[in-house]
Nanobody, 123 residues
Framework: VQLQASGGGLVPGGGSMRLSCAAS????????MGWYRQVPGKERELVAA???????NYADSVKGRFTISLDNARNTVYLQMNTLKSEDTAVYYC??????????????????WGQGTLVTVSS
């Protein structure tokens, strides 16, 4: 399974940007997808997540500004980021949580990370 993220780049403060992440590969059933971000010297933090049923969770710092959505048919998660601030500058990582079906039909939980995409908000 591969997660291919796209949409990062340079954006002025107050601007908007949309990130996309598509999961490809067979045999993997998605329970939830999300976005994390990391800046040098700090731990990776959750930005937003969404289940395949549409339940969302946001970091307090992005509530009201970011919107996460999931296209279940395309296994693609989006992060619409509005009113961007300089503190949103980070490498954004896509994450997928789900399971593979094992040899005996059991569900084997696993998760995957995308390669990261840099978002730079200029002040």
């Amino acid at each position: 399974v591969q997660l291919q993220a796209s949409g990062g780049g340079l954006v002025p403060g107050g601007g908007s940007m949309r990130l996309s992440c598509a999961a490809s590969g067979s045999g993997f059933s998605i329970n939830a997808m999300g976005w994390y971000r990391q800046v040098p010297g700090k731990e990776r933090e959750l930005v937003a997540a969404i289940t395949n049923g549409g339940v969302t969770n946001y970091a307090d710092s992005v509530k009201g500004r970011f919107t996460i959505s999931l296209d279940n048919a395309r296994n693609t998660v989006y992060l619409q980021m509005n009113t961007l601030k300089s503190e949103d500058t980070a490498v954004y990582y896509c994450h997928a949580d789900g399971y593979h079906r094992g040899y005996y039909g059991e569900d084997i939980s696993t998760d995957y990370w995308g390669q990261g995409t840099l978002v730079t908000v200029s002040s």
